[in-house]
């Protein structure tokens, strides 16, 4: 869909239509076609401007249509006719250029951006390139270096900066088509030989080979596993050592490859679990379309430790006034510096002023009397909460929201505090809270819908990913991560070494394996917490055997009373430099302690390879995600996999747990954890769940299609 119009009497404006972003779906690639086919045959026609509708340019390709057979126009040819025009052709940036909308930009003769645009190649993130000439013109107009930096990491610019790198022309505060039509009337009748980008030399340093080996090993690190930015840096190459139609060539053959690959269907994947857990549904039927979040205005914050300093910033910085309350002065004062650091740092890297003036400070509770929700973020301590809820549901008007940053605590345990439990609800933040994309909306049974849609209103305000999950210990992310490091501890029990257990986990595509991330996160933190569940048994230096019915590891409770805390203490389940250090290096010490530990408990040590570590860590964690489907803790396995990828550095090519164990096979699953069970039948997260045995039974159906087996399965409850 594509609206012709004469203007000026000399400019035919193209004007794309498909709502919300002008995607290039076949519809609007045919109507290009058309429209500029109209344009350049027309004798009144001197020159042509190309713009969106709706103040949007285009937001790239069709998604939907992606692992179609795609019909219509294809973009490369309807792009070289563009550029191939005896007519100047102009794109008016509005909005967004992105992907394919950004190729149609390049193969324009000139681009004029409003200040608001914000342009990129954003494919890498969906497992592919731009793969309409994007990895072969963008460097020819704006250098390797440039060109390589933009598209391996599909970072969208501003309109300021692509004028600074040479990918726009021009950049105005005013109606962008008025401008862009009066600049074509400019430039008609000019030669247009030297505006065909892909006949531009590419400007290439010296050094290229020296660049590129720089860039590719650069790269591989980054995208641990992930294929896609590997392609797109030999796409640039292409781009620098062939002739354009060359590279376009191999710009084709490596999309080829991609388009197919199991990395590429687990990232667009997860582009659409990400839509899909907006559509959120409670327990009875409620949908969030059908209970109207209530606007907040005035937000307040009890606490100001780590996590009540990084959600007073979040609010801050999406508009709210906030009250930050905190009852000791040092620590009021410690907070006040720090968060305003952490608006001035947030401040200068997204090119606006700092809002401070936006946060007030207190002392005492009776500030937040006038506040539409309230966050407590104080200790993770039961008595606390409570004590905190007691006095908020004395002091805040009717009607105020009242929610917990806890973890893991139980949600209606802390409701049952408060004069109105259905206005209660968990917003469990990651730290860093103004940092990290997920926040998990957690309802209790008596939590209203209203209350949860105005949680989840107010997290995407935040510029989170949310989403809304029952109340169990642990939640979700924390439930499922129970078992996973449970299996790594006993991996160490058996013979492996935290090195191996990590290793085997980054190259899965994770940032940090199980100890170095308990290193930096504080061996103290899961120990005050194991303490906290009061695990029977489990005193200082018990045997790691059974405890009751179920095996329990207290290699961590030992390590933690020891003083063995991790980066802190410069001493964890590796060594650091100092405390502080983030160098982890091999600890000859733990070596000779899990031995001592081994002896002292009659375990015999045995050859751990990568492949048993995935298995035992990953297959734990992903079969306490079917358990969480079949308690109706998770509405969905998109729900559980957005968790993942956003909160807990699951790596997004590949997709998220529930989406990897589709990938595998759910019978494959099934059996090694079968497998697992007989070995240790005192470990029952390693029994299979009985939701993966039904959908093993039922043929092991693709992802999208497991809710309709969870909804038989609890109407069979």
């Not at 401007?49 to 294809?74: H, L, R, W």
């Not at 020891?562 to 060594?575: E, H, I, L, N, V």
Request: with cysteine; aromatic share 6%; net charge neutral.
């Amino acid at each position: 869909m594509a609206q012709y119009t004469l203007v000026s009497g000399s400019v035919g404006l193209i004007t794309l239509h498909n709502p919300p972003v002008n995607a290039l779906s076949a519809a609007v690639r045919q109507g290009i076609v058309d429209t500029v086919e109209r344009a350049l045959s027309d004798p009144k026609v001197k020159s042509v401007v190309i713009c969106g509708q709706n103040g949007v340019f285009c937001g790239g390709a069709d998604i939907k249509e992606f692992g179609t057979n795609m019909s219509g126009p294809p973009l490369v040819p309807m792009i070289h006719t563009i550029e191939a025009a005896n007519k100047p052709v102009v794109a008016a940036i509005e909005g967004s250029a992105l992907g394919g909308g950004l190729e149609l930009a390049l193969g324009c003769h000139y681009r004029i951006a409003h200040s608001k645009a914000r342009l990129g190649l954003p494919e890498v993130s969906l497992g592919l390139l731009p793969a309409a000439g994007g990895t072969q013109r963008l460097p020819r107009l704006i250098g390797v270096p440039a060109a390589l930096h933009l598209i391996t990491t599909g970072r969208r610019v501003t309109a300021a900066e692509a004028l600074q790198l040479g990918i726009v022309d021009q950049v105005t505060d005013h109606n962008t088509v008025d401008v862009a039509v009066k600049f074509a009337l400019s430039v008609e009748g000019r030669s247009l030989d030297a505006r065909c980008i892909s006949t531009y030399p590419c400007p290439c340093p010296s050094d290229l080979d020296a660049l590129f080996e720089g860039v590719m090993q650069k790269v591989r690190q980054s995208a641990r596993g992930a294929i896609a930015p590997v392609a797109c840096v030999q796409a640039v190459r292409a781009a620098a050592t062939l002739p354009y139609t060359q590279g376009m060539e191999q710009e084709k053959e490596l999309m080829a490859t991609l388009f197919t690959s199991g990395q590429a269907r687990a990232l667009q994947y997860c582009f659409f679990a990400q839509r899909a857990v907006d559509r959120w549904s409670m327990p009875g039927g409620a949908r969030w379309d059908t209970s109207k979040p209530r606007p907040v205005h005035k937000a307040a914050v009890i606490g100001l430790g780590t996590m009540g300093r990084g959600i007073t910033v979040a609010l801050a910085e999406a508009g709210l006034s906030v009250v930050a309350v905190e009852t000791e002065e040092k620590q009021l004062m410690e907070a006040k510096q720090a968060i305003s650091g952490m608006l001035e740092r947030g401040a200068k890297r997204h090119g606006v002023a700092p809002a401070p003036d936006r946060i007030s400070y207190s002392q005492n509770i009776q500030a937040v009397a006038d506040v539409d929700l309230v966050i407590e973020a104080v200790f993770e301590d039961m008595a606390l909460k409570k004590k905190v809820f007691q006095q908020l549901s004395a002091v805040c008007k009717a009607g105020t929201f009242l929610c917990t940053n806890t973890s893991a605590l139980d949600i209606d345990h802390l409701a049952s505090q408060i004069r109105n439990p259905e206005l209660m609800v968990g917003m469990h933040f990651f730290a860093p809270a103004h940092v990290m994309k997920l926040l998990e909306v957690v309802y209790g049974p008596r939590s209203s819908p209203q209350a949860v849609a105005t949680a989840m209103q107010l997290g995407k305000k935040m510029g989170k990913v949310s989403v809304a999950v029952g109340n169990c210990q642990g939640f979700v992310g924390n439930r499922m991560l129970k078992p996973y490091i449970e299996q790594a501890f006993f991996l160490l029990e058996e013979g492996a070494t935290p090195e191996l257990v990590d290793r085997a986990l980054e190259e899965f595509g994770f940032a940090m394996g199980v100890f170095r991330m308990s290193d930096l996160s504080g061996l103290d933190v899961g120990w005050k917490v194991r303490k906290g569940e009061a695990e029977p048994g489990v005193a200082s230096g018990q045997p790691a055997r059974i405890q009751q019915d179920h095996r329990y590891s207290p290699l961590g409770d030992l390590l933690a009373e020891q003083g063995r805390f991790g980066q802190k203490t410069g001493r964890g389940w590796y060594q650091y430099d100092k405390p502080g250090s983030r160098v982890a290096m091999s600890d000859p010490w733990l070596h000779s302690f899990l031995e001592e530990y081994r002896a002292q408990h009659g375990l015999v040590a045995r050859r751990i390879d990568h492949q048993e570590v995935l298995e035992r860590c990953l297959y734990a964690l992903i079969n306490e995600g079917f358990r969480i489907l079949e308690d109706g803790i998770a509405a969905g396995p998109e729900d559980i996999d957005v968790i993942y990828v956003f909160g807990y550095g699951w790596p997004r090519h590949r997709g998220g747990p529930m989406f990897y164990a589709g990938m595998v096979g759910l019978a494959k699953v099934l059996e090694k954890l079968e497998h697992y069970h007989q070995a240790h039948p005192d470990v029952p997260h390693l029994q299979p769940c009985s939701l993966l045995r039904r959908l093993v039974t039922s043929g092991s159906p693709p992802v999208n299609r497991w809710r309709e087996v969870i909804k038989k399965l609890h109407s069979q409850l």
